[in-house]
């Protein structure tokens, strides 16, 4: 079963509207003004919160030109050494706690993925409120294991693994008293493809592992996000830059701060529209049901004449008797005369 999980003065569960995160992670490029100012279009934006990503590149790989520490895979960073790539991709430390004072000023939410366990006291000195478990970092159950001691909400990416990884996440999190967990659906491609999000994972993720469940979206545009709402993510997140234009390693695949405002806004229109599991009409649809079928008078009937389907009639609206009781009503006779497009009521039946 789902658990409610709470995160300073926001809920995370399927009775609470979605968690939306603004992922910063490279996108300021290495200035420190751009990082302000990234904030304060996301607060503007309407999201939830803020994720910073916590490492250096001495603490996420090792200062190495072998082969297997180049990037192979396609894509953006083709051709690149993984050290140099997040030499100039990582948020510098230093300004972590300014941009959490920033955030606190703003009335938005600001957390982080730490990429190892020197990042985890680094930024529980900051009071950072919850956690993201990147999705290469899943099999890292050192590090899981100090994020869930710390007691706080965790969220984990499953980009890269399989459902033995998954429980193995999971299990290393409750083993270190820690039930507070989001697992996002997630597609490790640059931007993802549509066919590659698979987002039916989303409601089997949260019935199979019994916690909320949500999306870490690579993809272009907000129409996986859009759907992933629609089929019960909890959270999204969703990378986030100013300008695309502006360059930098995650800036071809994020939201500029207009598009996020408007999936801001079509997640809540979405979640409207969702509602609740309920047959009762509203007071508006009771007013709009005497528009619904009844059986009507199709031609002058008089007393004692019976009924036939030439002088009553199913037609709208609804002010005469039941359309289910013209069975009965067949053949029975009038019990004084009536006029065209007279609704029939039973004292009009003998």
């Not at 999705?135 to 869930?148: C, G, H, R």
Request: aromatic share 8%; with cysteine.
């Amino acid at each position: 079963m789902e658990r409610e999980i709470r995160i300073e003065n926001k809920f995370i569960g399927e009775k609470y509207p979605c968690f939306i995160v603004a992922e910063m992670s490279g996108n300021h490029n290495m200035d420190f003004e751009r990082a302000k100012e990234i904030i304060r279009a996301a607060a503007e934006a309407g999201v939830d919160a803020v994720k910073l990503q916590t490492y250096t590149a001495d603490t996420i790989t090792l200062n190495s030109r072998q082969p297997c520490f180049y990037t192979t895979s396609g894509g953006l960073w083709e051709g690149q050494t993984l050290y140099s790539l997040y030499k100039k991709a990582y948020t510098p430390w230093e300004w972590q706690p300014k941009l959490k004072e920033l955030a606190d000023e703003l009335g938005i939410i600001l957390f982080s993925s730490p990429f190892d366990v020197t990042a985890v006291d680094f930024l529980e000195k900051m009071n950072v409120p919850a956690y993201k478990i990147a999705s290469f970092e899943i099999n890292d159950t050192q590090l899981l294991k100090k994020v869930a001691e710390t007691g706080k909400p965790i969220m984990i990416s499953t980009g890269i693994a399989d459902i033995a990884d998954i429980d193995l996440a999971v299990q290393t999190c409750k083993d270190a008293g820690n039930e507070q967990i989001v697992l996002l659906k997630c597609t490790s491609s640059y931007p993802a493809l549509y066919d590659e999000m698979n987002l039916a994972l989303i409601p089997n993720m949260k019935e199979t592992f019994g916690c909320s469940a949500g999306l870490s979206d690579h993809s272009l545009g907000d129409e996986v996000a859009l759907a992933a709402v629609a089929m019960g993510a909890s959270v999204v997140e969703k990378h986030f830059t100013l300008k695309r234009d502006d360059g930098g390693v995650d800036a071809d695949f994020s939201m500029e701060a207009e598009e996020m405002k408007d999936m801001v806004k079509r997640i809540r229109n979405v979640e409207a529209a969702i509602g609740k599991v309920s047959y009762s009409l509203t007071e508006k649809q009771k007013r709009q049901k005497r528009f619904s079928r009844s059986l009507f008078v199709s031609k002058p009937v008089k007393k004692g004449e019976p009924f036939t389907a030439e002088n009553i009639r199913s037609v709208r609206p609804g002010n005469g008797l039941p359309v289910k009781y013209l069975e009965q009503i067949l053949g029975r006779k009038a019990s004084h005369d009536l006029a065209y497009a007279a609704p029939l009521t039973w004292e009009d039946i003998e």
